[in-house]
């Protein structure tokens, strides 16, 4: 792999993986231009793709993040009627390698190890265990799959002309605070992420069966929510990443509460 990992004076030290990685961003953004995407997933492709070009700290991470919501979104559609694994396997094996691509160690030397902060965030991943930090990663990740999804939910909504729920706004905003609290380093990101993701699973949790029996085809007898009956497949796996986001907070979660008792 040394031919990845090597800098290219040309090319501003910037070696031929992170080439690679830096077009596929640009090449997200220029098929979501070309497709007419009016979702927020053009805003994310770029954001992310300026940090990671730019190396700063986290934009391996939130790179990395990209891919954990868009493998989300495709595992959603595996739900839907007549919707295959074949059908679904280009887009997840592209995923999969751009993953790949990013767990490469001289990237984590590069980008958690020595990658620049931005504004008032500086690089505090440096100095934490890397056991810290993949905890931390995982939090990020399973937040912004949840922010993600939500996000497409309403928009499913709004292409239908249904109101979304407040909530769903709510939701994405409040995923996109704490997914910044976690790469800042704020302590108080595990608390809100188990408050968060447990609301989000908690508002969720009542519409799964409803989920299920629209997608087996079946008409529930009860009323079905519009976000349920336009978008069951992303509320199922919504649900899973929400609780996921709240779960694996709650360690970090716990241990800055004890911490701020015993301040008292």
Do not use: K
Not at 110 to 137: K, M, S, Y
Not at 180 to 187: D, H, K, M
Not at 241 to 248: F, M, N, P, V
């Amino acid at each position: 792999m040394r031919a990845l990992d090597t800098p290219i004076r040309l090319a501003a030290g910037r070696t031929a993986r992170e080439l690679v990685l830096i077009g596929h961003g640009v090449a997200s953004v220029a098929v979501a231009c070309a497709i007419g995407d009016r979702s927020w997933n053009i805003y994310a492709y770029l954001g992310i793709t300026l940090l990671f070009a730019t190396r700063m700290f986290a934009g391996r991470v939130l790179y990395l993040s990209l891919c954990t919501g868009a493998a989300a979104l495709q595992l959603a559609h595996l739900l839907l009627p007549r919707v295959t694994l074949a059908d679904q396997a280009p887009v997840l094996l592209q995923i999969l390698g751009v993953a790949l691509l990013l767990c490469g160690p001289d990237l984590v030397r590069r980008f958690d190890d020595e990658g620049r902060g931005l504004g008032p965030i500086r690089n505090l991943w440096r100095e934490l265990t890397v056991a810290q930090r993949r905890h931390l990663a995982w939090g990020v990740h399973l937040v912004g799959a949840t922010g993600g999804l939500a996000h497409h939910i309403a928009f499913t909504l709004d292409g239908f002309r249904q109101p979304s729920p407040p909530w769903l706004l709510a939701a994405v905003v409040a995923c996109g605070v704490i997914c910044t609290l976690y790469i800042a380093g704020r302590a108080i990101a595990a608390p809100l992420a188990v408050v968060a993701g447990g609301a989000i699973a908690w508002a969720l949790a009542p519409h799964l069966d409803e989920a299920r029996a629209v997608l087996d085809g079946r008409f529930p007898a009860t009323r079905v929510a519009p976000e349920v009956w336009f978008s069951a497949h992303y509320v199922v796996v919504a649900f899973a990443c929400a609780l996921a986001s709240a779960i694996i907070a709650l360690p970090w979660a716990g241990r800055w509460l004890a911490l701020a008792w015993r301040r008292r």
